[in-house]
């Protein structure tokens, strides 16, 4: 019996229909394999399934063989024993709660260890009710190695720029760069009495000071305008925090194609260096005087002494024991340095022979400290003095005794010393005939290093010598009955 549609229509009707039918199902067929090509280039899983979990499609990037697999099972027969839980539990709470979830899954493949990035979400039937999950997961095993690596790089990094700044701050180096127009863009340590956050976003014209600032310009220009480094040993005032030396480096900086985009440079603190370079230069000039005046004493010495002798084993004896006592008074300037040596310390060193009995000699005074000049002159006077003493005076008789005292004394430049050498229970003192070469040391030489007052006098119950040490041949001053040091 014919239809009222086809007795209306007739075939040509369903025919049209038949092939428009056809045309769509290949539509979708491409539409399909276009999906499915791109999940596998994605590396894309694609898996449906019901409230039990049990697998009802999947698109897999190895081919419908795992789809085979799959289908009518469940996560329970499945999955590794590792994962299994933790996969079902979130794939139930996105059915109880209807949210979608996100999370990582590890599995051990054939190929090795792989991750997933698994995301699940509800699957909604008809009725408007969740009947399963609908779940993609994407190899991401490439990805996360790549984000462990850079965070183990980025630790790495992290902890070689906190030696590199620990480094910094312990040293005298400072690290800076700047832009073309010689404004800072980092620093790496507080900088002529600025802290390094108040550096950033200045230029030199903040920091130096009229005197430094063109030189230092002037450097860091050559290194723009020529592109090479750039060394230089300078002093560098500033606004704030005073003058020091530096060893400064400067060299273009360079983007990743080879423009230079400003200066980076390193500024080594180097005035310590400067200062002791200084210092030794005063030294070696100091040396030299000093030398010089040794060797012209050295040389009054052999001359007055030949001069006074009548014998080669005499001139012998007495300049040897002459240099023996300068020798001492140099030991006594070393003690201290050659800053000034103790007159007490002095006094001590030349009559160290006759200490050992106390009743021999007295040494009593307040502390003094004598520049080099009068240490040499006072303590070959005491030598002088002394082998005069053994030879003529007190130390030649059992109950001698020789008595060095001093006291400051103030004057009108300042506060001075004066010293006193006084022989008792000798024998009778005559005044000598002819001055000798003790005599002169004691007085003519002393009184000319000095410029102070030197007096030798011959009593009969002993020898006397005054003598007046001028404030300029003492180190520092004296106030109150205390030393001072300069």
């Known amino acids: 019996m014919t239809s009222v549609w086809e007795w209306m229509f007739g075939h040509p009707l369903r025919e049209r229909i038949d092939r428009r039918v056809a045309e769509r199902m290949r539509d979708l067929a491409n539409e399909a394999a276009r999906i499915e090509t791109a999940l596998r280039c994605a590396k894309m899983h694609i898996f449906l399934q019901d409230r039990e979990l049990r697998y009802l499609s999947v698109i897999s990037p190895q081919g419908g063989s795992v789809g085979a697999h799959l289908l009518g099972r469940t996560d329970e027969q499945v999955l590794p024993s590792t994962q299994r839980d933790t996969v079902i539990a979130a794939k139930r709470q996105v059915m109880a709660t209807g949210q979608p979830l996100d999370c990582d899954v590890t599995y051990v493949t054939p190929e090795g260890r792989a991750v997933f990035a698994l995301h699940i979400e509800p699957a909604i039937g008809p009725d408007n009710r969740i009947e399963g999950v609908s779940c993609s997961a994407v190899d991401v095993t490439r990805v996360r190695s790549l984000e462990s690596e850079q965070r183990r790089l980025s630790d790495e990094l992290k902890t070689a720029v906190q030696r590199y700044e620990l480094a910094l701050r312990e040293s005298h180096v400072t690290v800076f760069t700047q832009d073309c127009g010689f404004q800072y863009t980092s620093i790496s340590n507080p900088f002529g009495g600025l802290p390094a956050a108040d550096i950033v976003g200045r230029t030199d014209e903040h920091i130096l000071d009229e005197d430094s600032r063109d030189a230092v310009i002037a450097l860091k220009r050559q290194a723009l305008e020529t592109g090479s480094p750039q060394n230089a040993e300078i002093g560098i005032g500033f606004i704030r925090g005073g003058a020091r030396w530096f060893d400064l480096h400067i060299e273009p900086l360079r983007d990743l194609t080879g423009q230079v985009i400003g200066?980076?440079?390193?500024?080594?603190?180097?005035?310590?260096?400067?200062?002791?370079?200084?210092?030794?230069?005063?030294?070696?000039?100091?040396?030299?005087?000093?030398?010089?005046?040794?060797?012209?004493?050295?040389?009054?010495?052999?001359?007055?002494?030949?001069?006074?002798?009548?014998?080669?084993?005499?001139?012998?004896?007495?300049?040897?024991?002459?240099?023996?006592?300068?020798?001492?008074?140099?030991?006594?300037?070393?003690?201290?340095?050659?800053?000034?040596?103790?007159?007490?310390?002095?006094?001590?060193?030349?009559?160290?022979?006759?200490?050992?009995?106390?009743?021999?000699?007295?040494?009593?005074?307040?502390?003094?400290?004598?520049?080099?000049?009068?240490?040499?002159?006072?303590?070959?006077?005491?030598?002088?003095?002394?082998?005069?003493?053994?030879?003529?005076?007190?130390?030649?008789?059992?109950?001698?005794?020789?008595?060095?005292?001093?006291?400051?004394?103030?004057?009108?430049?300042?506060?001075?010393?004066?010293?006193?050498?006084?022989?008792?229970?000798?024998?009778?003192?005559?005044?000598?005939?002819?001055?000798?070469?003790?005599?002169?040391?004691?007085?003519?030489?002393?009184?000319?290093?000095?410029?102070?007052?030197?007096?030798?006098?011959?009593?009969?119950?002993?020898?006397?010598?005054?003598?007046?040490?001028?404030?300029?041949?003492?180190?520092?001053?004296?106030?109150?009955?205390?030393?001072?040091?300069?």
């Open 263 to 486: 200066l980076i440079g390193a500024a080594v603190d180097i005035t310590r260096r400067k200062e002791d370079e200084a210092h030794q230069r005063l030294l070696m000039r100091e040396l030299t005087h000093r030398s010089k005046n040794l060797l012209a004493v050295i040389q009054a010495m052999a001359r007055q002494t030949a001069r006074h002798t009548t014998s080669l084993q005499a001139f012998i004896e007495q300049f040897d024991a002459r240099l023996q006592a300068l020798a001492t008074s140099h030991d006594a300037l070393i003690d201290e340095g050659w800053h000034g040596a103790s007159l007490d310390g002095l006094a001590r060193l030349q009559l160290q022979p006759f200490l050992e009995s106390r009743d021999k000699v007295s040494i009593d005074g307040p502390t003094v400290l004598l520049k080099p000049e009068a240490t040499q002159a006072l303590g070959l006077a005491f030598h002088e003095l002394a082998k005069n003493a053994k030879k003529f005076g007190a130390l030649s008789a059992e109950n001698g005794q020789v008595t060095i005292a001093w006291r400051r004394l103030a004057q009108p430049e300042g506060e001075a010393v004066e010293l006193k050498w006084t022989e008792s229970g000798g024998p009778s003192v005559k005044a000598p005939i002819a001055r000798r070469f003790g005599s002169m040391a004691i007085e003519r030489n002393l009184q000319q290093t000095l410029g102070g007052r030197v007096n030798l006098a011959f009593h009969a119950d002993g020898v006397q010598c005054d003598i007046l040490i001028p404030p300029k041949h003492l180190v520092g001053s004296v106030e109150s009955g205390t030393e001072r040091p300069a």
